[in-house]
């Protein structure tokens, strides 16, 4: 059933375009270009990334999570181990991030495989929380059920007092993850719907790029 209070909304989108010979030939730098261009925009969540991932028999799961960091070896962000992502990641380390920043009319899709960070770089990223996200992470089993909202408060409450002093261990389960890209597709919305797709794939250890369509 088509609802036309939502069918009848679009948007025009002429803000930008890109091209195969406008784009950085390397696609980290293109995203590193687009996210400076994300920051300088003031997006409320420039950050914000969906990461799709799959249990083994390829069921899909999706959820927004914070982008940490990049580089040429990925894109890192953190969670917990055990969560139902952590889960699906032990089963089938593959994964998409997408980013979706509608005030440039932009969207990037990555996808690519799936490491955990090592131990120092979660440790150091725990350490740089605050301490009531760190007292957080031990209390929140995070994807697990919940009686009720009064047990994750009780919970933080106790960890706080067994942890006055603002020192927080990190939890053995919660810790960094790095998506290895093998794709990554730039996205900028065009007039009439004929918007630019430029896409990167990973071919013998070289990026090639191509123009798809819309
Ligand atoms: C803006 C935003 C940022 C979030 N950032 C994170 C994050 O960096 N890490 C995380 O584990 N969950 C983050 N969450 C919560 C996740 O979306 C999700 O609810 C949680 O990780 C459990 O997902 P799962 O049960 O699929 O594993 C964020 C949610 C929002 C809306």
């Given at each position: 059933?088509?609802?036309?209070?939502?069918?009848?909304?679009?948007?025009?989108?002429?803000?930008?375009?890109?091209?195969?010979?406008?784009?950085?030939?390397?696609?980290?730098?293109?995203?590193?270009?687009?996210?400076?261009?994300?920051?300088?925009?003031?997006?409320?969540e420039?950050?914000?990334?969906?990461?799709?991932?799959?249990?083994?028999?390829?069921?899909?799961?999706?959820?927004?999570?914070?982008?940490?960091?990049?580089?040429?070896?990925?894109?890192?962000?953190?969670?917990?181990?055990?969560?139902?992502?952590?889960?699906?990641?032990?089963?089938?380390?593959?994964?998409?991030?997408?980013?979706?920043?509608?005030?440039?009319?932009?969207?990037?899709?990555?996808?690519?495989?799936?490491?955990?960070?090592?131990?120092?770089?979660?440790?150091?990223?725990?350490?740089?929380?605050?301490?009531?996200s760190?007292?957080?992470?031990?209390?929140?089993?995070?994807?697990?059920?919940?009686?009720?909202?009064a047990?994750?408060?009780?919970?933080?409450?106790?960890?706080?007092?067994?942890?006055?002093?603002?020192?927080?261990p990190r939890?053995?389960?919660?810790?960094?993850?790095?998506?290895?890209?093998?794709?990554?597709?730039?996205?900028?919305?065009?007039?009439?719907?004929?918007?630019?797709?430029?896409?990167?794939?990973?071919?013998?250890?070289k990026?090639k790029?191509?123009?798809?369509?819309?």
């Amino acid at each position: 059933m088509i609802d036309s209070k939502l069918a009848d909304l679009r948007h025009e989108y002429s803000r930008s375009k890109l091209s195969a010979s406008s784009v950085d030939r390397d696609p980290f730098v293109q995203f590193g270009k687009w996210m400076d261009e994300a920051l300088a925009s003031e997006l409320p969540e420039p950050t914000a990334m969906v990461l799709a991932t799959a249990s083994a028999d390829g069921r899909p799961t999706s959820r927004v999570v914070l982008l940490k960091g990049f580089d040429s070896n990925g894109f890192v962000f953190f969670t917990n181990y055990n969560s139902r992502k952590g889960r699906q990641l032990a089963e089938n380390p593959n994964a998409a991030l997408h980013f979706f920043w509608p005030e440039l009319e932009r969207q990037v899709n990555i996808s690519g495989n799936v490491e955990r960070v090592s131990d120092e770089e979660s440790d150091e990223y725990f350490a740089s929380r605050p301490y009531k996200s760190r007292i957080g992470a031990w209390a929140s089993h995070q994807s697990e059920p919940l009686a009720s909202r009064a047990e994750l408060v009780k919970r933080a409450a106790a960890l706080m007092l067994k942890h006055p002093t603002g020192h927080v261990p990190r939890p053995p389960h919660w810790g960094g993850y790095r998506v290895r890209p093998e794709r990554f597709e730039f996205w900028q919305g065009r007039e009439s719907r004929l918007h630019d797709r430029i896409c990167y794939d990973l071919t013998n250890g070289k990026w090639k790029i191509s123009r798809l369509s819309p």
